[in-house]
């Protein structure tokens, strides 16, 4: 029986860190999570947030897939979109989703990312 997803796991050309670190770990405000010896030596880097965590494996001959991608959800998407537009992310809103707002973004290797949030959701606290 399947109880939760443990990551999502996107590939990277070779030497994207830098710039993969400054997209997840300053954009989208992630922590990065510090690999197993025995898996760092592959490169790529693992990010956190709460419960939520992306894997970015390094490899050779790397294409962004233009239709798979994560679905995050966010709180207070459109200071979330800004923070991204802020930082040189595209930001692309669509609204099909029924009693959503959401958005598509791209990271700097091209990984497409969907960003969402319930409409009427009001976190507590």
Not at 57 to 68: D, H, L, N, W
Not at 80 to 101: C, I, K, M, Q, Y
Request: contains cysteine; proline residues 12%.
């Amino acid at each position: 029986m399947i109880t939760a997803l443990d990551h999502v796991q996107l590939a990277a050309p070779p030497g994207s860190e830098p710039a993969l670190r400054a997209y997840y770990g300053e954009a989208l405000g992630m922590t990065e999570i510090p690999k197993p010896p025995t898996l760092a030596a592959r490169g790529g880097l693992w990010f956190g947030c709460g419960p939520v965590q992306l894997h970015l494996g390094i490899e050779p001959g790397f294409r962004p897939s233009r239709k798979a991608h994560p679905g995050l959800r966010v709180v207070d998407i459109h200071t979330f979109a800004a923070r991204l537009t802020a930082h040189g992310a595209p930001v692309l809103w669509n609204e099909e989703l029924p009693a959503h707002h959401r958005f598509y973004s791209e990271d700097p290797v091209g990984n497409r990312l969907e960003f969402l949030e319930p409409m009427g959701y009001h976190p507590i606290g």
